[in-house]
């Protein structure tokens, strides 16, 4: 049910998301941020859940309060999931050269 903006923009963003699926990204995000869990932001499609790329660090607690605003909280996550996208790209370049 769409009841505020960032309803509307969840779904929008949701749908452009995938599936990617990586098991370097995951192994670095863990390195990373030891002790947090991994959210999946745009959640999931019945048992698929949506691109690793799109996640966020968060505490046990923070989980389960962003299981609980799925929308509010994914759009107000934003930036820092494009942060951590930044943090592993940088990753990835510095291992080129």
């Given at each position: 049910m769409i009841e505020s903006h960032n309803d509307q923009?969840?779904?929008r963003i949701k749908?452009?998301?995938?599936?990617?699926?990586?098991?370097?990204?995951k192994?670095?995000?863990?390195?990373?941020?030891?002790?947090?869990?991994?959210?999946?932001i745009f959640g999931s499609y019945g048992s698929r859940k949506t691109s690793d790329f799109c996640s966020v660090?968060?505490?046990?607690?923070?989980?389960?309060?962003?299981?609980k605003k799925t929308h509010d909280f994914a759009i107000d996550h934003v930036p820092e999931m494009l942060s951590v996208m930044t943090d592993y790209i940088n990753h990835l370049e510095s291992k080129i050269k």
């Open positions: 923009l969840f779904n749908y452009f998301v995938g599936f990617s699926r990586s098991k370097r990204f192994f670095w995000f863990h390195q990373q941020y030891p002790g947090k869990e991994m959210h999946h660090p968060v505490t046990m607690e923070e989980h389960q309060a962003a299981h």
